[in-house]
């Protein structure tokens, strides 16, 4: 098929890499223009656009589709140029622009998007993040036929994954890569037969944007809440606490089973009634710290500066002590 892709981060150059090698003649690749990154700020192509580059694939980098918008003329070469290309289809895929209804309707088979989530659950940016933070048993990918709404198109095709235990969005993120990417390639071989199926108006949750000021540890939360939390901030924005005077990133922690909780020796008072962000315990298995329900275990720490640590290692410079309240 003659296909359009737009997509900007590694999610998406995993699905646009399998449309390639799957024979695809991709006649433009549609990503979000260089942005400064790094040390030296220099701009850096997405790696959509590097893939593009390295296969010879036609590129367009505007900063908004939309013709009345801020940048009328990019969005008035970005028409000429789908217009000429006379695509049968445009995939979708963490883009990170907004498509006007112009753009839905220029392809023969409208756009197809590759999205992270089991429809209608986790609409919005963040689907992955969101789906770890609430302790889902299970998540997916659904391709989704587009509509001027957000990710409220008839689903085509659904395939789901369950959510281990030890995921994290980055684990997470690479696994359901793959299977969107194997997913839009299954699709294209259907288009033009699929049986659309409506969303549930029932189930409807939004994955808002993962935003720096939730990076801040709660103490006051459960330590369920707490563990899905970090990982569902790995690897951004990570979970920072004020300890011994440092801010530290937490990137790994379990909860204490109750039983184990519930006979800390060295504790100051009861874990069920200590103050929460008391440390209870320190040694080479974790950071045992009271939280508002429950007792975690902090088990991989990073110090101002430093590379992620096993706690064995951490504790060897750490200044705090058992009773120390970490600050939420």
């Not at 049968?88 to 622009?97: H, Q």
């Not at 299970?138 to 789901?160: H, S």
């Amino acid at each position: 098929m003659r296909v359009i892709f737009a997509g900007t981060p590694e999610f998406a150059r995993s699905a646009l890499a399998a449309l390639h090698a799957a024979g695809h003649d991709i006649v433009g690749v549609f990503t979000q223009p260089d942005r400064p990154a790094g040390r030296g700020m220099k701009l850096q192509a997405s790696v959509v656009k590097q893939y593009a580059v390295a296969h010879g694939l036609p590129v367009v980098q505007p900063h908004s589709l939309k013709l009345d918008g801020k940048y009328p003329q990019e969005a008035a070469a970005a028409q000429a140029f789908i217009a000429q290309a006379q695509a049968d289809v445009m995939v979708v895929a963490a883009y990170g622009l907004i498509l006007p209804q112009w753009v839905l309707d220029a392809p023969q088979h409208g756009c197809l998007n590759i999205h992270a989530s089991l429809l209608p659950r986790w609409r919005g940016a963040a689907p992955i993040h969101r789906a770890i933070e609430a302790g889902d048993a299970q998540t997916g990918v659904t391709i989704m036929q587009m509509d001027a709404g957000l990710d409220t198109g008839d689903m085509l095709l659904e395939e789901t994954m369950t959510i281990l235990p030890q995921d994290t969005t980055a684990s997470l993120h690479d696994k359901l890569a793959d299977m969107g990417a194997a997913l839009i390639v299954k699709a294209l071989t259907q288009v033009g037969q699929f049986k659309p199926v409506k969303q549930p108006t029932e189930g409807v949750t939004y994955a808002h944007k993962i935003e720096k000021a939730e990076a801040a540890i709660d103490w006051t939360l459960s330590a369920q809440q707490l563990s899905q939390r970090i990982r569902a901030f790995d690897p951004f924005p990570g979970m920072t606490a004020q300890m011994a005077g440092e801010m530290v990133k937490v990137w790994q922690a379990h909860v204490l089973a109750n039983a184990l909780a519930d006979t800390l020796t060295d504790a100051p008072a009861h874990a069920s009634t200590a103050k929460p962000g008391t440390l209870l315990a320190i040694d080479e298995s974790g950071l045992q710290v009271a939280c508002g329900a429950g007792v975690l275990c902090l088990t991989q720490l990073q110090k101002p500066g430093g590379k992620r640590q096993p706690v064995a290692d951490f504790v060897r410079h750490f200044k705090g002590t058992v009773g120390d309240v970490f600050q939420s």
